[in-house]
Nanobody, 122 residues
Framework: QVQLVESGGGLVQAGGSLRLSCAAS????????MGWFRQAPGKEREFVAA????????DGADSVKGRFIISRDNAKNTVFLQMNSLKPEDTAVYYC???????????????WGQGTQVTVSS
């Protein structure tokens, strides 16, 4: 098991930027694939971005490609999500995820953070 704590959410105007962080503790951080998901009110939790254990391979949802960047620092047990050119439709609770397998869908994730709210005003 690994414990995940997100931070960095908040209120921002459209076009602005935020950087989310997720600090992990527990088992060896570098053994986990890491990812970010988000859930807006009344909607299912959706995939945002994922990163491999070494950080050399990343993936992102089409809706955020070119705007969001996922990265990780294995020395600091932390994964980041840099969010640029934010839109009102990016408003959601953002969750950090960790799994021993490649991250693709929410239903297969074994470790979740508590979430952090991101609100983008128009």
């Amino acid at each position: 098991q690994v414990q995940l704590v997100e931070s960095g959410g908040g209120l921002v105007q459209a076009g602005g930027s935020l950087r989310l962080s997720c600090a992990a503790s527990g088992r060896t951080f570098s053994s986990y694939f890491m990812g970010w998901f988000r859930q807006a009110p009344g909607k299912e939790r959706e995939f945002v971005a994922a990163i491999s254990r070494s950080g050399t391979s990343i993936d992102g949802a089409d809706s955020v490609k070119g705007r969001f960047i996922i990265s990780r620092d294995n020395a600091k047990n932390t994964v980041f999500l840099q969010m640029n050119s934010l839109k009102p439709e990016d408003t959601a609770v953002y969750y950090c995820a960790a799994d021993s397998r490649i991250i693709t869908v929410a239903s297969t994730i074994s470790n979740w953070g508590q979430g952090t709210q991101v609100t983008v005003s128009s």
